[in-house]
């Protein structure tokens, strides 16, 4: 029976995207969107930094670095993931998580790493790809 439900799926899935059997090609456009994905991927793969009005964060190998034009203070955020919109980054001194976005964005700061919600924005940051 599930055998039978998972042929149906598979036939429902083929027939809404152009395909009536197993043989045929990819739809028309598939092959598109693979490649601006890994081409996204990539490109997130390949920042090295982000610039923002008062300063810069910097890889440096599992880390990045926030260095201030005004000051010699830095702070150090350790990358927890990443994905096709965001770096992830928690700096275990301060108990503090930051979201580095993989275009020009906002970046989002969250002080209190207990409650989902507690986002808020940040600076507006440009990255700067390798």
């Known amino acids: ?41 990539k490109s997130s ?5 982000f610039k923002h009005e008062k300063g810069r964060f910097e890889k440096q190998g599992e880390n990045w670095v926030e260095f201030h034009d005004d000051t010699d203070v830095t702070y150090t955020f350790r990358e927890t993931g ?29 002080t209190d790493t207990s409650r989902d919600d507690a986002w808020g924005p940040y600076y507006i940051l440009t990255p700067v790809i390798k």
Not at 10 to 20: D, E, H, K, R
Not at 89 to 100: P, S
């Open 1 to 41: 029976m599930a055998n039978n439900r998972h042929r149906l799926l598979l036939l429902a899935f083929f027939t809404l995207f152009g395909c009536s059997n197993l043989n045929e090609k990819a739809p028309k456009g598939a092959e598109k969107i693979t490649a601006t994905t890994e081409k996204a991927q």
């Open 45 to 49: 793969n390949s920042i090295s930094a």
């Open 82 to 110: 990443r994905d096709n919109t965001w770096v992830y980054a928690h700096d275990d001194t301060r108990n503090y998580e930051i979201k580095l976005p993989v275009k020009d964005g906002q970046m989002m700061l969250r």
